[in-house]
């Protein structure tokens, strides 16, 4: 199906090495933040979340790291596959609130 | 069901025209959201339902936009005289509970088109 973001930011990375998606976010009350992964034609789907209680979280061959005095988080791709190649998004939300708000989204493509 | 569900999953209209566009959350999901997403942009918020109630409808672009929920599960979102700027796809999200630790579940979303 038609790719969505078509003038997102793209970061191209070869197969097999790792990634780095950025996301600066704008709420410093925020205290819960998600990564979404959303491949092309379809809605996006959750990868990983962390609190603001942590720094650091891990997962399968994933990694968010979350630095809150200047309010960035990041999601570390290791060994980056052909699969991998999607939107980034990150979220945030803070307690009380309902709503996430969304980053505009990053494109990872693998090159082969 | 096991996951969100939209329908129809494309929609092409005649500007003028209007579309109602359904999303069937996962069950049990009291939180339902609705967001919008343009080419080469972000998720653009909708509107939010809390069981059949939408405390929250401040995204909605205009008038002709309204939707409705009904026996806290399926969501109808429904576009009257469909503009061409509305060509976007539309994406439908549930929640177990709304707020922190608590993700969306989003559907595949429909695309529309307005030609």
């Known amino acids: 199906g038609e790719s969505v973001g078509l003038h997102l930011p793209t970061l191209s990375v070869q197969e097999g090495d790792n990634s780095i998606i950025n996301c600066a976010y704008s709420n410093s009350a925020s205290d819960y933040f998600i990564w979404y992964k959303q491949e092309s034609g379809k809605g996006p789907q959750f990868i990983i979340d962390i609190r603001s209680n942590m720094d650091k979280r891990q997962g399968q061959r994933v990694t968010v790291l979350l630095n809150k005095t200047v309010k960035h988080l990041s999601l570390q791709i290791a060994a980056t596959q052909p699969g991998d190649s999607a939107v980034y998004f990150c979220a945030e939300i803070h307690s009380g609130t309902y709503k996430y708000i969304f980053g505009t989204g990053t494109r990872l493509k693998v090159l082969a | 069901g096991a996951g969100v569900s939209q329908s129809p999953s494309n929609k092409v209209t005649e500007k003028g025209k209007d579309v109602e566009l359904r999303c069937d959350p996962i069950?049990?999901?009291?939180?339902l959201y609705w967001y919008r997403q343009s080419l080469g942009q972000g998720l653009e918020f909708l509107i939010y339902?809390?069981?059949?109630?939408?405390?929250?409808k401040s995204g909605l672009p205009s008038d002709r936009f309204s939707a409705e929920r009904t026996g806290g599960s399926v969501s109808t979102l429904t576009i009257q005289r469909t503009q061409q700027e509305d060509s976007a796809v539309y994406l439908c999200?549930?929640?177990?509970?709304?707020?922190?630790?608590?993700?969306?579940?989003f559907g595949s979303g429909t695309r529309l088109t307005v030609v």
């Open positions: 339902f809390q069981g059949n109630s939408a405390p929250d």
């Open positions: 999200a549930s929640s177990d509970r709304a707020g922190t630790g608590f993700g969306y579940t």
């Open positions: 069950s049990g999901h009291t939180a």
